[in-house]
């Protein structure tokens, strides 16, 4: 999983109707905690796939005093050059450290994502969220092997809703083309956060499962 800072920001649209798109579009990434909250699914459990540092782990779990359990899915493993062994074991350390302090609430999942849904039933999770491969092939993988794992009313989300080359990354993403094809198969509504997130990063993505 990239860092947020090292993400390309996307442009920003000008003129009364980015100000309309942006009254319409859902809160910034890091206000996913707020948005479970109002939609009622604070309090029962979670996962996130891609933790790498547990920062944003840590943030949801102090956020909702109520969530019973966080499932912190990550490999942290070496999946490009850009990343070691050294890094991966050195990430998955500080992770455990971030979430800590909250104990029996959370539970790392050090293990492929796809690996890792096999374990969880299905309908047990009132929310997903997905960050971890951001090529297309992959990030498809993972909406096809969790949705099922998702609770009627619950809430599907991910981080880097963008298509195309990232240098940063070294790779194409094709993150919203997955989520865009999932959600037209299914005739789903994707909602995305504003362009102008406060991090920086490409704008999250959410779905809410309202039938099987």
Not at 20 to 29: K, L
Not at 32 to 49: I, K, N, Q, S, V
Not at 89 to 110: C, N
Not at 128 to 145: C, E, G, I, P, T
Request: charged share 25%.
């Amino acid at each position: 999983m990239l860092g947020r800072a090292a993400r390309a920001a996307p442009r920003r649209r000008r003129g009364r109707a980015a100000r309309r798109a942006r009254a319409d579009a859902a809160p910034a990434g890091y206000d996913l905690p707020r948005l479970l909250a109002d939609l009622g699914l604070g309090g029962g459990r979670g996962a996130e796939l891609g933790v790498w540092r547990g920062k944003f782990s840590a943030h949801l779990l102090a956020s909702l005093p109520d969530l019973a359990e966080l499932l912190l899915v990550d490999a942290w493993d070496v999946v490009d050059v850009y990343q070691s062994r050294a890094d991966q074991d050195a990430a998955l350390a500080e992770a455990s450290r971030a979430v800590a302090p909250f104990g029996r609430r959370a539970r790392v999942l050090r293990n492929w994502t796809a690996d890792a849904a096999a374990l969880v039933a299905d309908g047990s999770l009132d929310f997903v969220y997905v960050d971890a491969s951001h090529d297309y092939r992959n990030a498809r993988a993972d909406l096809m092997d969790w949705w099922p794992k998702l609770r009627v009313g619950g809430l599907f989300a991910g981080n880097d809703y963008a298509s195309g080359y990232v240098p940063a990354a070294g790779y194409t993403f094709g993150v919203k083309d997955a989520v865009d094809e999932f959600a037209a198969v299914r005739d789903l509504r994707v909602h995305a956060t504003r362009e102008d997130d406060p991090d920086g990063a490409a704008p999250d993505w959410f779905i809410l499962k309202c039938g099987a």
